[in-house]
């Protein structure tokens, strides 16, 4: 269902009007560069829509991957790199599915506003495929709406957007109970987020993968 709701928007909505394609990356993922966290290494962004911040990292050094399940989107992604002459490689697959056709590990895999889109039985197995691109010692981000959030009527941890999508909103309690078996979390703090329209409260959780 997803799969068909996003093709759908990324057919019938131009780029501007799609709520979270926004070219310039958040100042919190820009922040991981300037402030020395990240050096050029290899990255991966799983849920990366239209590629603008694959395309971001790619332009500062890094060997930047960005993986999406919309074909339309990763055709958009494709289009943007080539327009900007930058290298870098788009994949179409389903991030809860078969990611085996990705060979590489990666110093640094990250989803900026992905978990919401995933549930809760499903966050297990989506934190498996994340390990299994992650080399040990490798960090990983993860920014997703916050339960504390105003967003679509402010209430519940399932709620509808305007597009026709069901979202989950999470705590940062829950996020460290998904997190902390696999993963030594450095970060984990609520945040507010700059969206293309309104500012929004989100989770923001920085983990390093455990050795061995």
């Not at 399940?69 to 990763?74: C, G, R, W």
């Not at 056709?101 to 039985?121: Q, R, S, T």
Request: aromatic share 10%.
């Amino acid at each position: 269902m997803i799969k068909d709701q996003m093709e759908k928007i990324y057919r019938e909505m131009s780029p501007d009007e799609i709520p979270w394609n926004i070219e310039t990356p958040p100042e919190i993922l820009q922040a991981l560069i300037t402030n020395n966290v990240l050096g050029p290494c290899k990255v991966i962004e799983l849920g990366c829509g239209a590629g603008n911040y694959v395309i971001y990292f790619a332009k500062n050094g890094f060997d930047a991957i960005g993986v999406d399940i919309s074909e339309n989107a990763i055709n958009m992604a494709r289009k943007s790199a080539l327009r900007a002459g930058i290298q870098c490689a788009f994949v179409v697959a389903d991030v809860l599915g078969d990611i085996s056709e990705i060979h590489d590990e990666f110093d640094f895999v990250y989803d900026w506003e992905l978990l919401h889109h995933i549930f809760p039985d499903d966050r297990v197995r989506y934190i498996e495929n994340v390990c299994r691109l992650l080399k040990p010692g490798g960090h990983y981000l993860s920014v997703s709406f916050s339960e504390k959030s105003k967003q679509f009527g402010g209430i519940g941890k399932y709620r509808k957007t305007p597009l026709g999508t069901v979202l989950y909103f999470s705590g940062e309690p829950e996020l460290e109970r998904l997190l902390k078996n696999r993963f030594v979390v450095e970060e984990l703090k609520t945040v507010d987020i700059k969206g293309k329209h309104a500012i929004h409260t989100a989770v923001y959780a920085l983990c390093r993968k455990k050795n061995g």
